[in-house]
């Protein structure tokens, strides 16, 4: 049985005062999700980690919402894993639709990066997921494939297994235009069977798969209901208190 998991990715939000702010409400949130049997956790931007890190119970997931593959050297404006590490740091978003259109990360990249977080015992959550365009064009499945075939490439089972997948796609994220959990399931599930492909049936069972764009309060049970969605990588409804509480007590 694979236990839910709800990450709220923060993006260029919050200085580390706003998120000292939201971490003294993180007792309360830590307790719902106890009683829940979900983890939960945020990425928050890089400069507010070692802040968040400090102020909150071990149960609860800080993650970074990048890396470089590098562990040093002449990269301006990086961050390495070893970095990460040093301040306590184990879980790692990559290759985020943002990322992937703003700042040029492909899947070869992002597997580069996925390969050196697991060396590192990190837990890396590779995002994958269509364009509006492609989705148009009925190319989801086949864009989604070269992200997860190209993701996953030269990982071992035994690594393979810890890697969480979202699938996001590119025209729900920040739109309000959440994909219906039909799409959703039919997506997830479609990843768990290259799972099964690339590796075993077992190994597949194993990955948790998160669906993420506009979820809301409103709109997370629904997908949470869903066979192989094992649940939710939220943007904008992650940022507040109350919503992200919302979010706990409607999974
Ligand atoms: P959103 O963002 O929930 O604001 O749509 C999701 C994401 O980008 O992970």
Wanted: aromatic share 8%; with cysteine.
């Amino acid at each position: 049985m694979r236990k839910k998991l709800l990450l709220g990715n923060w993006k260029m939000n919050k200085t580390i005062s706003e998120t000292k702010e939201f971490a003294k409400s993180i007792d309360t949130l830590v307790e719902l999700a106890k009683e829940k049997d979900i983890d939960i956790g945020v990425a928050p931007v890089y400069l507010s980690l070692q802040t968040l890190k400090e102020l909150v119970p071990e149960t609860f997931i800080v993650s970074a919402q990048n890396c470089h593959f590098k562990d040093s050297g002449a990269y301006t404006g990086e961050i390495s894993i070893p970095m990460l590490k040093e301040i306590g740091i184990d879980w790692c978003i990559i290759g985020h639709s943002e990322r992937r259109t703003y700042d040029n990360e492909t899947s070869e990249k992002c597997n580069l990066k996925i390969v050196k977080l697991l060396e590192n015992n990190f837990v890396p959550v590779y995002c994958v997921g269509e364009t509006l365009e492609q989705f148009e064009n009925n190319k989801t499945m086949d864009v989604v494939k070269d992200q997860i075939e190209k993701g996953f490439l030269n990982i071992s089972k035994e690594d393979a297994s810890k890697i969480v997948v979202a699938y996001e796609p590119v025209w729900s994220i920040g739109t309000g235009k959440n994909a219906s959990k039909e799409i959703a399931e039919n997506v997830c599930a479609f990843i768990r069977s290259l799972l099964v492909d690339l590796y075993d049936k077992e190994t597949a069972e194993k990955v948790r798969i998160l669906y993420g764009g506009s979820v809301k309060p409103n709109n997370i049970k629904e997908y949470m209901k869903m066979d192989d969605i094992d649940g939710a990588l939220v943007g904008g409804a992650s940022l507040s208190v109350e919503s992200y509480k919302e979010l706990i007590q409607n999974i």
